[in-house]
């Protein structure tokens, strides 16, 4: 994108932020995130919210925004309220507990991919994180069967087959891990592989 066609998306941004309209401010809101203007955009979805405090995808919307911008605990009291006004959004619950793992709050993010599961019994995604936090809890048979159950919905992706493998060798379940490897070696491509230390031949 040139210069000129960045300055017309700019005063295009600004003269359409002057509108009031959810509409208006949720559409400058949005190019100003793809700006990379995040601090801007956090201010229209306010607006939003301002105008309809009840507008639960406003917050879930400012709470994207503050989580790119790593403010953890503020993209999860905007998840949180977001999930105080509809308790079936299942991405707020999913992003909160991504965070919750990142800052090392296990037991809390187990209850949020438990919320995403309870809503949609086949997200893999969820299995896989919330068998991520119970590994680090050292739930490792729990975890196990978490990765288990993210293959059944999905047995396509390299990593679940990873880390059960890895885990189930760690338990001592050294043949049912290192068959988990080998499916993992069949099916990540080169760029995804990485290096295993292992007892399998």
């Known amino acids: 994108m040139n210069r000129l066609s960045i300055l017309l998306l700019i005063i295009f941004s600004i003269s359409n932020c002057f509108s009031q309209s ?19 955009a956090i201010e229209e979805f306010s607006k939003i919210i301002e105008i309809n405090p009840n507008d639960s995808m406003a917050y879930f919307d400012r709470g994207f925004v503050k989580e790119t ?22 991405d707020s619950y999913f992003l909160r507990g991504l965070i919750k793992n990142n800052l090392n709050d296990y037991k809390g993010a187990i209850l949020d991919f438990n919320s995403v599961i309870k809503l949609e019994t086949l997200n893999a995604d969820a299995y896989y994180y919330r068998g991520n936090a119970k590994a680090e809890l050292k739930q490792f048979k729990s975890a196990i069967e978490d990765y288990g159950k993210a293959i059944n919905v999905n047995a396509t992706i390299p990593d679940y087959y990873l880390r059960r493998g890895n885990l189930k060798i760690k338990i001592g379940q050294t043949e049912s891990g290192c068959l988990d490897l080998k499916k993992y070696n069949e099916i990540a491509t080169e760029n995804e592989k990485v290096q295993i230390k292992s007892p399998c031949q």
């Open 22 to 40: 959810k509409e208006d401010l949720n559409k400058c809101a949005v190019e100003k995130f793809n700006l990379k203007d995040y601090q801007g």
């Open 69 to 90: 911008m790593h403010d953890y605990k503020g993209a999860i009291a905007d998840y949180s309220q977001q999930i105080k006004i509809d308790k079936n959004h299942t």
